[in-house]
């Protein structure tokens, strides 16, 4: 069984990387090869969610690479399988024949993969190599159409604050082996000593907060809807943002291992989903509202992992990954037939393609909490689990309940409202989407056929149902699955309570939906832009990083590359100066030796000419100039 594990991590990470590198030359196959991966992927998810199997093998010395499928993994596995399989069928008649659909594609499985390692590690050094090709990968989508620069500076600004954040979990590797846990398994980090436990809580926790966009790192979700429509479907549904409430909910042991993780976590996921709520009821623009309202939604699984709500966590996380993946669907349909994601010249969308509408009013109004929807359900259980900790976090996720269901009315409001009347097609300002090839560079085929209506009304068709897992009898069940021994059912007073106050609110909202055309008031303009968060995050993150990769640029053409240059044309003078001795020193003596020395030669050639009486003459003249320099001597 553990060989199905290793399949299961190892098919859509080889052939995510065969169709990245072939590329344009994968041409019209990779959707196909893509989609068939997908679906042997979700295939193998079912056979391990069943056979829970384990699977070991050597890492770093005495630091093994360990995954498992347990409960909790077993839910997520199956989630983000089938997730990337109605995505990616989505996907496949997106990209032009202009697009790199290799490339695309293979992204696409390589993050989902990430993800599956992610969800099965049971090895810290596992899960953050698994984490890091998450960011990577989702760097890589967010500005997969690369020329257009403000989607390059989007992509990195998400990847910058999510590195940031990231860094928390290498701090927490470091205090957990100066705690004294040798081994960095997940199951073993509550057994490190203070005060390192509490630096590998607060490591970890950081990092969960920041790939799951909460307060006080929201602001990248917004930068992350410059990539394509099933990028955004796929991150903000079951992947990247769905991974840091999943860590906080594998790590409950470890939050309880510290007083104050635990009410800490909670507070931020409950103020996270009444804050972001806040900002989606500002919105205008109709990926920012999903985006907003997606940091809002994974405030309540959160929420629901400080205080101790494993099981109702994971229904709110299934359900939400079936929502929102939908209705960024949908949004993509819009934004590739209308050219525009803008509320107010998407009034009457719904009308234009019927069943798109009615599946995103199906996921608005499951988005909402409105009952018998999924979300109502889980958000119910959620609720009750922030009740047993604490009056104060059940009364704030009340409120965040109340908010989302005016978010997702208006959002429902605005797409069903009268078409306008006839005129000129929208423009193409900032928000808009922006044609590329004869279709959009957004979302799906302008056609609208089976292949987007069909994964499509799936999404939609599992957020309707999928909150059947918060009922009483399938809520005992998850909760012996994911081991929360500690979780229960709202009480019926709570459900009069929360689907009261959640009904009432969409009533509002749709009796005071605001009007096309209808002026914000200053408020309403600072929250749309995301509480200004993003832009201190750009004063304090990420023109500080920009600015010391500048500086470092120009350090290292001026000082280091200007050592290379000025070393080098020292070299050169050297060498022409031992040229020139070379030349006109070793040479020359070289020369001067032999010309004397053939000049030696020919006077000793003179006197050989053959006549004996000539030799001894020279001889006696020989011994003569002997004599007479003996006689000087003495």
């Known amino acids: 069984m553990s060989a199905l ?163 928390g979990l290498y701090l927490a590797a470091g205090a957990a082996l100066a705690g004294g846990v040798g081994s960095l398994e997940l199951d073993a980090l509550p057994r490190a000593a203070s005060p390192w436990l509490e630096v590998t809580v607060a490591g970890v926790v950081a990092a969960a907060l920041g790939k799951s966009a909460q307060l006080p790192f929201s602001f990248w979700l917004s930068r992350a809807m410059e990539g394509p429509s099933p990028v955004s479907a796929l991150l903000h549904s079951a992947t990247m943002v769905a991974a840091g409430a999943y860590l906080l909910l594998r790590a409950h042991p470890l939050l309880a291992a510290v007083g104050w993780a635990g009410p800490l976590v909670a507070w931020l996921g409950a103020g996270t989903a009444l804050a972001l709520g806040l900002v989606a009821v500002a919105q205008r623009d109709l990926k920012q509202l999903l985006a907003a309202s997606t940091a809002a939604q994974v405030g309540f699984m959160v929420l629901a992992a400080g205080s101790g709500g494993t099981a109702a966590g994971t229904a709110q996380l299934v359900a939400h990954a079936a929502t929102k993946s939908g209705l960024f669907l949908a949004a993509g349909v819009w934004l590739n037939t209308l050219g525009t994601r803008q509320l107010p010249e998407l009034t009457g969308a719904a009308r234009a393609r019927p069943l798109v509408g009615a599946a995103f009013a199906v996921g608005a109004l499951t988005l909402a909490g409105l009952p018998p929807l999924s979300l109502w359900a889980a958000k119910d259980t959620v609720l009750a689990a922030a009740r047993t900790e604490s009056t104060g976090l059940y009364v704030l996720g009340l409120a965040a309940a109340a908010v989302a269901a005016v978010y997702s009315v208006k959002a429902i409001r605005y797409v069903t409202g009268a078409p306008p009347q006839p005129g000129p097609p929208p423009g193409r ?206």
């Not at 599956?116 to 698994?130: G, S």
């Open 5 to 167: 594990l290793w399949l299961l991590i190892a098919l859509p990470l080889g052939a995510g990387a065969v169709l990245g590198v072939a590329g344009r030359a994968a041409g019209r196959a990779a959707p196909a090869v893509a989609v068939a991966v997908a679906a042997a992927v979700l295939g193998l998810a079912v056979a391990v969610a069943v056979g829970r199997p384990a699977a070991r093998a050597p890492l770093f010395a005495g630091m093994p690479a360990r995954m498992a499928v347990d409960g909790l993994s077993a839910v997520l596995v199956v989630t983000v399988a089938a997730v990337t399989l109605c995505v990616l069928v989505f996907a496949a008649g997106e990209c032009g024949a202009g697009e790199n659909r290799g490339r695309f594609f293979g992204l696409m499985l390589l993050f989902a993969g990430a993800m599956l390692v992610t969800v099965t590690a049971r090895t810290l050094p596992l899960l953050l190599m698994a984490w890091e090709a998450m960011g990577a990968t989702s760097w890589a989508l967010i500005g997969h159409w690369w020329r257009g620069p403000r989607r390059v500076r989007a992509a990195d600004t998400a990847f910058l604050t999510t590195r940031a954040a990231d860094l």
């Open 429 to 634: 300002g900032p928000g808009t989407g922006a044609r590329r090839g004869g279709g959009g560079r957004d979302g799906a085929p302008e056609g609208g056929g089976l292949g987007v209506l069909v994964p499509l009304w799936v999404l939609t068709g599992a957020a309707a149902v999928a909150g059947v897992l918060a009922l009483p009898g399938p809520a005992a069940w998850l909760r012996g699955l994911t081991g929360d021994a500690a979780g229960r059912p709202p009480s019926v007073p709570e459900w009069a309570v929360s689907t009261g106050v959640v009904c009432a609110a969409a009533g509002w909202a749709w009796w005071r939906a605001p009007r096309p055309g209808r002026a914000r008031p200053a408020p309403a303009r600072w929250a749309a832009d995301w509480l200004g968060l993003e832009r201190a995050a750009h004063l304090l993150l990420v023109r500080p990083v920009f600015g010391l990769a500048r500086a470092l640029a120009a350090f290292d053409d001026r000082v280091v590359d200007g050592a290379v240059r000025q070393t080098g044309r020292c070299g050169l003078a050297v060498a022409r100066l031992a040229r020139r001795l070379d030349d006109g020193g070793i040479d020359a003596a070289v020369r001067a030796l032999a010309a004397g020395a053939r000049r030696l030669g020919h006077w000793a050639r003179r006197p050989q000419t053959g006549l004996l009486h000539q030799y001894y003459a020279q001889a006696a003249v020989g011994f003569a100039v002997l004599v007479l320099i003996a006689l000087w001597v003495r």
